[in-house]
């Protein structure tokens, strides 16, 4: 038989306090839990969950689908990759402060994703060539301006009507230039990175072409191109922006698409951050590019599709159609303006009658026109049938027994026939002609 258990006697029974407690109360109490004054304090700080962020999950789950594609492979299971076979750029981005760095880096992602190289067809390619300028082109550069303004410096020649009047010449400092030139290096082999602070506050000088000469633009990394493109178009106001565009970027493009048949991905980036300025852009690279005579098919189609990814001011789209139709006609004049039309803006008259004069001035032209001009033709009928006049009508009809196209004169014709005049009735279509004026 086991020891009986004491029964507890609380210390204010026992020492006979001021309040006596009946024995009942204290088998009681001792069968009951009391609660005590201790608090007890945990030092320990359990640690938080951590979750893993998007970036890393998805890299996570690109390792794991391909780690599965190889399994498969090895057992002899093969699944359609949903992935293009194309080959990309490694990713080179610049990187900003704070959140603006992994939003750019994320950004730059998702364009890589939609980012695919453009197929030409070589027949098209040929037949373009014809309508192409004979002229050898004339490369103008920033090295050929900054030598052409040492040289006029040297010599104290100055003059005011030359169109290299606005760069700003200055006696620079040996330090200043050793410091540019040893950044040179670095925008050469440039990936990804901050640049340096000095490269930077080119945009702010006066004298910023000057000093980007002792860069040399002209080695730049596709990368370094991209980030200096992003940096300029920030700061530089448009009239500076289309100089940096005309002389830096578009040279760069021209080159990498004749040695490389396609656009490096950091160059295409560029292409499309410099539409950020359109007046710039227009200007500097679009413009130019027509104007020149010698704009392949192969730089078209790429130039084009930037800009069907682009939203674009329509009155910056608008001055850019009626300057484009009233040039002398090459192929790629075709592609610019079927891509802008495509954007169905509400153009005003005067840009809409330029258009039908540029295509009325094929009626006596002999040459066997490319697919690319009827297309074209096709997009502004569809989108502009009930803009033209009906006096134009006629004309476009009488264009069609002259130029014909086997499948797309039948359906431009259609469209004619069954649409609306903006004088059949007397009303002015919507959004039409509201820019008459300008």
């Not at 340096?196 to 002792?214: D, G, H, S, T, V």
């Not at 830096?248 to 991905?265: C, G, M, S, T």
Request: proline share 4%; with cysteine.
């Amino acid at each position: 038989m086991g020891k009986s258990k004491k029964t507890k006697v609380t210390k204010s029974a026992s020492e006979g306090g001021d309040k006596f407690v009946p024995l009942a109360d204290q088998i009681l109490d001792d069968k009951s839990v009391k609660t005590t004054g201790r608090v007890k304090v945990r030092n320990r700080k359990e640690k938080d969950d951590e979750y893993v962020d998007d970036k890393l999950s998805k890299r996570i789950l690109e390792q794991a689908r391909l780690q599965q594609e190889e399994l498969q492979e090895e057992h002899g299971i093969k699944t359609p990759s949903k992935k293009s076979a194309t080959p990309r750029t490694t990713l080179g981005t610049g990187r900003g402060e704070g959140d603006s760095e992994s939003e750019e880096e994320d950004a730059i992602e998702e364009e890589e994703e939609i980012y695919e190289a453009i197929e030409v067809n070589e027949e098209d390619e040929k037949a373009l060539q014809m309508f192409m300028s004979k002229e050898p082109p004339v490369k103008r550069t920033l090295a050929d301006i900054i030598m052409e303004k040492i040289t006029e410096k040297q010599t104290e020649i100055r003059t005011q009507m030359s169109d290299n009047a606005s760069v700003q010449m200055q006696e620079l400092d040996d330090r200043v230039v050793n410091m540019y030139k040893s950044v040179r290096p670095i925008l050469q082999r440039y990936r990804s990175g901050k640049l340096p602070k000095a490269f930077k506050i080119i945009p702010n000088l006066r004298n910023w072409e000057q000093i980007l000469y002792l860069t040399d633009p002209d080695f730049w990394s596709a990368a370094a191109m991209y980030q200096a493109t992003r940096i300029f178009a920030s700061n530089l106001n448009a009239k500076m922006a289309q100089r940096f565009f005309n002389l830096v970027l578009l040279p760069r493009i021209r080159d990498d698409i004749a040695e490389y048949k396609r656009l490096n991905f950091h160059l295409y980036m560029a292409v499309k951050k410099s539409l950020f300025k359109p007046a710039a852009f227009f200007k500097g690279i679009l413009l130019p590019l027509c104007e020149a005579g010698n704009c392949t098919l192969r730089e078209a189609v790429i130039l084009a599709s930037i800009m069907a990814k682009c939203s674009i001011p329509m009155l910056h789209s608008a001055a850019a159609i009626l300057k484009i139709a009233e040039m002398d006609y090459n192929g790629a004049n075709s592609i610019f303006l079927k891509t802008l039309l495509d954007k169905k803006y509400a153009l005003p008259y005067r840009v809409v009658d330029a258009v039908v004069f540029h295509f009325l001035g094929f009626l006596r032209d002999k040459r066997e026109l490319p697919v690319l001009w009827h297309q074209a033709f096709l997009t502004f009928v569809q989108r502009y049938k009930e803009d033209i006049s009906s006096e134009q009508k006629e004309a476009l009809m009488e264009l069609l027994r002259v130029q014909t196209h086997e499948l797309i004169s039948p359906e431009i014709r259609r469209e004619l026939v069954h649409s609306k005049c903006r004088d059949s009735e007397g009303e002015i279509p919507q959004g039409s002609g509201v820019m008459e004026d300008d």
